[in-house]
């Protein structure tokens, strides 16, 4: 090892990593190459004083770590300290180096099925030579919460491996702490458990003061839990695991009499064993858990028909491969995909299949299943986007003459449901960023006053449904219950559709958690409808904060009289584990057997395919497993490496020269911040409270969304987006005027982030290179450019719907959609205007044009002119100042789409007599 290396060893500082997880990973990296130095040092008979001392700290840091986790566990560590002691430094090195790249690859996770029987706590010698003549296995832990000693432990270690046979579909081994505060740390840290134990008598307080657990056991203050002991003290613990993770399977071991547990346990223990109980039953417990959150029923099912020897005498030559494998000129396109995907194509909806449009078999399961992981009631696949989502949940529950309101910047979908429900939309303006030419999200106060506004005007009888976006494309999140607890208070009957199209993987993490529809609403029905079931992770935590203003004066409702009435559209294809255009509707309504069921049946006909793919069905299939066994660890890896881009960002003074990181104060206004956050990481100030900012902020920054401001390179967002993938094959989508968007999901990787950094470090270079040499007019050009960069127009507001498409004359913001848009069908009542400084000075002298289109700049990528609305001087000054290749609607050589005089005159006349014929 160089000088060079080892100094760069010494120097790291592992602290700085986000998670804990990945802190521990580094550690143990850290030691392999600590133990190397310490290995060669000796060899070469040099001072080992420096190298032994910080392989004595990182074993030290792994000591703590190893406490919660089966491999390598503690008893690893213990080895490596006494060959450390011994002064053994090449074995030393070669097991530090075992474990790094055991971990680092996953390896101890996919051992094969002969290596079940072994324990993670044998030594690395014997596992390392294990054959694999089998398919691995899924790995995982199991923790127990116990006070009890080494040998006890090792007891019941061995107890539970006895009882594993051949033919278990999983392989797993036993965690052990011995404290209410180790187990909450242990299931927030160890990604890999999936079942908990509560047994005897534990104590409270954790032995652990390492500093980056201490967060981790901060939730038990915010939970608020009771001090009590015995069953009593697993009772209120089952119910905090569950809030952190709903997906866990947890078990009672108890010693107590039958009659002071029995009925006294709730619902979060999947099953109760008494002391006396053998092993057996508690192993075969635990692989029923998890096999019951593995199952995937349609695409099982769709593997074994794909299996049997079909003749197609229907649709789809395409089946099987034959119409390309019988010809001679597709081939091609067989042998890039290869045969499954074929062979699992069928229009069938018998021999073990099931109909999407009316399901009773595995698509009906497999729905099922997905309610219970995204908490949800009832939840329906939809196999063409969420575009299709939001339609069927709009005509399903919206009436023609039904007033919604609705965010302004919702994805279009949302627009043309309106327009084939026949609702009444109030646009919703959001704060806008004109710095960055970024819309927030609606503020509480903007809804609240438009819901008085249709109050004072006695129209809350005709308002139905409340549409927001959640979180919007650039991160901001809404807090739901919120919302709905102070809309509910104004309209209790209101129906929310919370559009979560880029928010699916927000349920698998308790921080994002809270701030999604389906926990949110089942948090409302706890609390107004005085469930006894546990309460999920919601905002409860909320209550015991005092910096959280927002939360200190309750909305005043009247329990008799809310319903609880929510929808969610997500769109699993863009954040999870899915086949393009796969979706899913989670809904939780409490009237949605008795007024909805029917109604949405309907509307799921009206615009689901009669043919829908089977691919795409069963990708949703595994999507939810997967999100159930190891979501929580995905998520939490994902925010891990965005939080892991910002700090490089940051403290990359190369990169730091053109670009920077907005941070929450940039993004989201002071007055909707009670928490005070600036932001998620500084140089000086390190990780921000995210934690605290989700317990008591109206808007939060989703942390996975790093928004890049790029102005001061001198090019625009979407210059910058065919730089990336031109020259760098780095793909990403939503830019603005001087920003991009960089979106880590749970399929990138700690070399994805690695590669992206060096391509920022390059361009950087490459234009400080360029600058460089510039004359003096280039660098003016470059300042200037700069400059326009930094200067974007300002962003409009939603002006008005034209009076000839208001349904009355009362002074409230609704107005006729439909009306507008088919209005604009008729060639002969529309006009074309330019979109010029003309234009603009005759619409500031009182001329009024209306847009008989939906007018979309990409960006920001939603209409700012809708058909019926007005045209007002900021709108027009807005498009004459963009400086987008693409503006939906727009024809550049014809001009704007607008009504003419006449046609705004004759729908006039037509809304009298509608009127008219009301009053009659």
């Known amino acids: 090892m160089s000088d060079h290396a080892m100094e760069s060893t010494a120097n790291k500082v592992v602290q700085g990593a986000y998670t804990a997880p990945q802190l521990r990973m580094d550690t143990w990296n850290d030691l392999q190459a600590r133990c190397a130095w310490l290995n060669e040092y000796a060899r070469e008979q040099q001072n080992l004083s420096e190298p032994r001392t910080l392989v004595e700290a990182s074993l030290a840091d792994l000591r703590e770590f190893e406490a919660y986790w089966a491999f390598p566990g503690e008893s690893q560590v213990t080895s490596l300290t006494h060959l450390l002691e011994r002064g053994a430094f090449a074995d030393l090195a070669s097991e530090a180096r075992e474990v790094a790249r055991r971990l680092v690859g996953d390896g101890y996770r996919q051992r094969d099925s002969g290596s079940q029987v072994r324990s993670a706590h044998d030594t690395l010698t014997d596992r390392g030579h294990e054959p694999n003549h089998k398919s691995p296995k899924p790995y995982f832990e199991v923790l127990i919460v116990d006070a009890f000693d080494e040998c006890d432990r090792e007891e019941l270690r061995e107890g539970l491996r006895r009882c594993r046979r051949e033919s278990d579909e999983f392989n797993y081994d036993i965690v052990s702490v011995s404290s209410l505060e180790d187990a909450v740390i242990a299931v927030q840290f160890n990604w890999t458990i999936q079942a908990v134990f509560l047994r005897y008598n534990y104590s409270f307080h954790t032995a652990n003061s390492h500093p980056s657990l201490k967060r981790y056991a901060e939730v038990i203050g915010h939970q608020r839990l009771p001090i009590c002991f015995g069953h009593e003290r697993s009772v209120e613990l089952a119910k905090l695991l569950k809030r952190l993770r709903p997906e866990l399977d947890l078990y009672l071991v108890t010693d107590a009499p039958l009659d002071r547990v029995a009925g006294k346990l709730g619902s979060n223990f999947r099953r109760v064993f008494y002391r006396l109980e053998q092993f057996m039953e508690q192993h075969l417990s635990i692989l029923k858990g998890v096999r019951a959150r593995f199952e995937t029923p349609f695409f099982d099912a769709l593997r074994r028909f794909s299996a049997k020897p079909t003749g197609v005498f229907h649709a789809l030559p395409i089946a099987r491969g034959k119409s390309m494998s019988s010809g001679h000129w597709a081939r091609d396109f067989l042998d890039f995909y290869g045969p499954n995907i074929f062979m699992a194509e069928t229009s069938a909806t018998s021999g073990g299949l099931d109909s999407l449009l009316q399901p009773r078999g595995p698509i009906k399961h497999a729905q099922d299943l997905a309610a219970r992981a995204f ?375 700690r070399g994805d982030i690695a590669y992206l950094v060096d391509v920022l470090v390059q361009i950087s270079n490459e234009l400080a290179d360029r600058l460089s040499v510039e004359s003096k007019a280039g660098l003016l050009r470059h300042t200037t450019r700069v400059e326009g960069l930094a200067d974007g127009p300002p962003l409009p507001d939603f002006s008005r719907f034209h009076n000839s498409f208001k349904p009355d004359s009362l002074p409230t913001a609704e107005g006729d959609l439909r009306r507008a848009y088919f209005l604009a069908y008729d060639e002969n009542k529309l006009d074309h205007i330019g979109l010029d400084m003309e234009t603009l000075g005759e619409i500031k002298a009182g001329r009024e044009y209306v847009s008989a289109a939906f007018i979309t700049p990409y960006p920001p990528g939603f209409p700012v002119l809708v058909p019926g609305q007005v045209l007002s001087p900021q709108i027009v000054a807005y498009l004459l100042e963009l400086d987008v290749k693409e503006i939906h609607g727009y024809d550049p050589v014809k001009g704007l789409r607008v009504f003419t005089e006449e046609a705004l005159a004759q729908a006039a006349v037509l809304k009298k007599d509608c009127l008219s014929v009301e009053r009659k």
Not at 439 to 464: F, M
Not at 500 to 528: I, N, S, V
Not at 647 to 664: G, T, Y
Not at 669 to 676: I, K, L, Q, W
């Open 375 to 749: 908490g949800a009631r009832q939840t329906f696949f939809v196999t063409n986007g969420t575009s299709t989502a939001n339609k069927i949940v709009v005509q399903a529950l919206v009436e023609p003459g039904d007033i919604v309101l609705v965010d302004r910047e919702c994805h279009k979908s949302h627009h043309y449901a309106l327009v084939l429900a026949g609702a009444l939309p109030i646009y919703l303006d959001s704060y806008s960023l004109p710095q960055y030419s970024i819309y927030g999200a609606v503020p509480l106060a903007e809804i609240e006053r438009k819901l008085q506004e249709l109050k004072d005007a006695s129209k809350l009888n005709r308002v139905r449904m409340l549409i927001l976006t959640n979180c919007t494309f650039d991160g901001i999140t809404y807090d739901p219950q919120r919302v709905m607890e102070r809309v509910l208070a104004i309209k209790p009957d209101m129906i929310f559709l919370w559009d979560e199209a880029w928010f699916a993987y927000g349920r698998f993490t308790p921080t994002l958690r809270q701030r999604t529809a389906m926990d949110a609403a089942a948090c409302l029905r706890h609390k107004y409808r005085g469930l006894s079931s546990p309460a999920p992770t919601s905002q409860e935590d909320a209550a015991t904060d005092t910096d959280a203003g927002s939360h200190a004066s309750e909305p005043q409702i009247d329990r008799d009289k809310i319903r609880i009435r929510v929808y969610a559209t997500q769109s699993t294809h863009k954040t999870l584990t899915s086949f393009r255009q796969g979706s899913m509707i989670h809904v939780y309504d409490e009237d949605f057997e008795q007024k909805a069921k029917d109604s949405f049946n309907e509307a799921f006909m009206t615009h689901t395919s009669t043919s829908p793919n089977y691919q795409v069905i069963a990708s949703l299939d595994v999507g939810r497993r997967q999100v159930e066994l190891e979501g929580f660890e995905m998520v939490e890896q994902t925010i891990g490496l965005a939080m892991t881009f910002r700090q490089q960002v940051s403290e990359n003074l190369e990169i730091a020269r053109f670009f920077s990181v907005l941070r929450p104060h940039d993004m989201i206004p002071t007055e909707h911040r009670a928490s005070g956050i600036t932001y998620y990481y500084d140089t000086e100030g390190g990780w921000g409270p995210l934690r605290h900012a989700y317990r008591s902020d109206e808007f939060v920054l989703d942390p996975t969304r790093v928004t890049l401001y790029i102005g001061a390179t001198g090019m625009d967002g979407d210059t910058f987006r065919h730089l990336l993938m031109d020259k760098y094959d780095i793909q990403i989508n939503k830019t603005s005027r001087n920003t991009v968007l960089f979106m880590p999901n749970i399929g990138t990787t």
